[in-house]
């Protein structure tokens, strides 16, 4: 279970500095973006969607390391990236559709990711909305 706590501490510290390193990037990027206009917010859509999709990653990755051990497995599908990349975005967004489920030291990860992707996505929204709002008042 140790392992399992270390493997769910890094993915977590990851998925958090690869979306503060993005949102940095982006809100300076915005302030120089002013002329594209409303096109600018497209290219911060998909760079937070990017973001996303990259934490989503790390904790796909983490949930193989569990399996690599033996330590976690994802119930009812094949132990294939794909599957684990199903389960992250399911515990992520948590949506948590039930067709496929973490077990063993998963379980932690998963209920870890869903509060870690429950943040990133308000701070990803946050972060919209507050330049949005920025360019209404323009």
């Not at 994802?74 to 973490?102: C, E, I, K, R, W």
């Not at 932690?108 to 507050?130: D, K, N, P, Q, Y």
Request: proline share 1%.
């Amino acid at each position: 279970m140790i392992y399992a706590l270390f493997v769910t501490l890094v993915c977590t510290l990851l998925t958090i500095l690869i979306h503060f390193e993005v949102m940095k990037l982006m809100t300076r990027k915005m302030e120089r973006m002013a002329r594209y206009g409303r096109r600018r917010f497209l290219i911060l859509i998909f760079a937070l969607l990017l973001a996303q999709f990259c934490g989503i990653t790390v904790f796909a990755l983490g949930y193989m390391a569990l399996a690599a051990q033996g330590i976690g497995a994802v119930l009812h599908a094949d132990q294939t990236l794909l599957n684990y990349l199903y389960l992250s975005v399911s515990a992520y967004s948590t949506v948590g559709f039930g067709d496929v489920a973490p077990e063993g030291g998963a379980r932690l990860m998963a209920g870890v990711e869903a509060v870690v992707g429950f943040m990133m996505i308000t701070w990803s929204a946050s972060l919209t909305f507050i330049e949005m709002q920025r360019h209404w008042t323009e």
